[in-house]
């Protein structure tokens, strides 16, 4: 089993920035990714960013890109999520997932699941 706790949301205005950590603990020899996913009210979870666990590769949703980076610190066991310029269409509840193979944007690759950080951008 892994681990998830995220923690970093909050309360922001449009323009500004947030970091966005999350701790794994368990099992984590397992882990071969970590992701970001996002919901907003009434939509569907969607893929924001992910990395390799092992070798730092990324991936990112083409919404984001330019303005997030993802990225890790395996000593610490933590991926973190750096937002800039954000908008308030990013607003949603951002949760941290973990798979040990598979699609880095599929969420049904992913097995573990932290249990989300609100992430609110007013205009």
């Known amino acids: 089993q892994v681990q998830l706790v995220e923690s970093g949301g909050g309360l922001v205005q449009a323009g500004d920035s947030l970091r966005l950590s999350c701790a794994a603990s368990g099992r984590i020899y397992s882990i071969y990714v970590m992701g970001w996913f996002r919901q907003a009210p009434g939509k569907e979870r969607e893929f924001v960013a992910a990395?390799?666990?092992?070798?730092?590769?990324?991936d990112y949703a083409d919404s984001v890109k330019g303005r997030f980076s993802i990225s890790r610190d395996n000593p610490k066991n933590t991926v973190y999520l750096q937002m800039n310029s954000l908008k308030p269409d990013d607003s949603a509840v951002y949760y941290c997932a973990a798979q040990s193979g598979g699609y880095y944007s599929d969420y049904k690759s992913y097995g573990y699941w932290g249990q989300g950080t609100q992430v609110t951008v007013s205009s």
């Open positions: 990395i390799n666990w092992r070798g730092g590769s990324t």
